[in-house]
């Protein structure tokens, strides 16, 4: 699935929630978490089993429950169970044991992300990600992650790099989407700009986002452009001619080329032509 823009969204905020059922991002997340104050869970909770029965969203459509050691936790489970919504973002997972405890508690048919974001966590990557069943994400959450780890802000993001590609490596590993962490200015373009570019650069598939403002940044950046799109088409190309047809390895473009990169071409091009249907 694509999950280039990830839009997180109070599930008490039913102005956002009802401009995002139009939005161009990939995934909207009702958010029961961190955007909901103690005192107005159980109302945001229904307001969010409301907004999923009632449907009408053009992007994928999530719920982010309240972390597994809080009192909110099992009445979100319990009330999503029979709402029809397919996915749950699970904050501070940081054990495999956490996957198997929200795997029998999942509403039916709804696949799971993991959000990574404690020091813990960041250490049982292949434990966590190996679990398996309706596991199909790692999310990082760069905010939480920082404080545990006590490191400060950072344009480049440099404290936390190992940990980004930790992230995506373990999703690789294990086939499951790998969801890089917000950007907290949203007066600053060019930094989301650079920020997302990174994240592609480190492999990830999309973006958490704070603001529909970010939406069109994080949908470029996780984009195939027609350029990369030209360049696999030249590749796979290559390895279509009848010199190359029994070669491992071939000139092309000033330089050689395997067959790895004949694979990694073809599923760009599979990504490529995923992004122009969902428009």
Do not use: Y
Request: proline residues 5%; hydrophobic residues 50%; contains cysteine.
């Amino acid at each position: 699935m694509l999950a280039r823009s990830v839009l997180f969204l109070p599930a008490s905020n039913r102005r956002a929630i009802d401009k995002a059922r139009t939005l161009a991002c990939d995934v909207a997340i009702l958010d029961l978490e961190d955007a909901v104050a103690p005192e107005a869970k159980a109302e945001a909770r229904a307001t969010a089993v409301q907004t999923v029965r009632d449907g009408g969203f053009g992007p994928r459509l999530a719920v982010r429950i309240n972390g597994l050691d809080t009192p909110w936790a099992q009445d979100d489970l319990a009330a999503m169970a029979d709402t029809g919504v397919d996915l749950i973002v699970a904050p501070k997972v940081e054990t495999g044991a956490d996957i198997h405890r929200l795997a029998g508690r999942l509403p039916r048919r709804a696949e799971l992300w993991a959000m990574i974001e404690t020091p813990l966590a960041v250490l049982n990557l292949n434990a966590v990600a190996s679990v398996g069943g309706p596991l199909k994400g790692l999310a990082l959450g760069v905010n939480d992650l920082s404080k545990g780890l006590g490191t400060g802000p950072s344009a480049d993001r440099e404290p936390i790099k190992p940990w980004m590609a930790a992230t995506v490596a373990a999703a690789r590993a294990w086939g499951l989407l790998a969801i890089d962490g917000v950007f907290n200015a949203l007066d600053d373009s060019d930094g989301l700009t650079a920020e997302a570019a990174q994240g592609r650069r480190f492999g990830f598939d999309g973006k958490s986002l704070i603001h529909p403002s970010q939406i069109d940044a994080a949908n470029t950046a996780f984009s195939v452009s027609e350029a990369e799109a030209d360049r696999a088409r030249a590749v796979v190309a290559a390895f279509e001619t009848p010199d190359a047809e029994a070669k491992g390895a071939i000139r092309h473009d000033h330089g050689m080329i395997e067959r790895l990169h004949l694979e990694a071409a073809q599923a760009l091009l599979t990504r490529h032509a995923a992004e122009q249907a969902a428009r």
